[in-house]
């Protein structure tokens, strides 16, 4: 039984940090991308980052320069290092494995981010 598992969310003010994670099981972690998507209310749920099992990232432009995606396969845990968060990167951020077309399969309970300005 695959289980996402996310923390590190919170409330933090506009210019500060978060660091999310989401631990993974049943799955052998890795072999399996992971990334982030964040929905905020009233809106769709966007990628915003991705890293494949060999360590390449992708990023939603929005979050360029901003945010980082890494992983660790000793600790079966991905991140998402948040930096400089604006108010508009207030959402739930759920945690995802991809399947070998980059397809979004299982997903996390989400984790609530809100910044405040």
């Known amino acids: 039984q695959v289980q996402l598992v996310e923390s590190g969310g919170g409330l933090v003010q506009a210019g500060g940090s978060l660091r999310l994670s989401c631990a993974a099981s049943?799955?052998?972690?890795?072999?399996?991308?992971m990334g982030w998507f964040r929905q905020a209310p009233g809106k769709q749920r966007e990628l915003v980052a991705r890293?494949?099992?060999?360590?390449?990232?992708n990023y939603a432009d929005s979050v360029k320069g901003r945010f980082t995606i890494s992983r660790d396969s000793a600790k079966n845990t991905v991140y998402l290092q948040m930096n400089s968060l604006k108010p508009e990167d207030t959402a739930v951020y759920y945690c995802?494995?991809?399947?070998?077309?980059?397809?979004?399969?299982?997903w996390g309970q989400g984790t609530q981010v809100t910044v405040s300005s």
């Open positions: 049943g799955i052998i972690f890795s072999i399996n991308a």
């Open positions: 995802t494995t991809f399947d070998v077309r980059w397809r979004a399969d299982y």
């Open positions: 890293i494949s099992s060999g360590g390449s990232t």
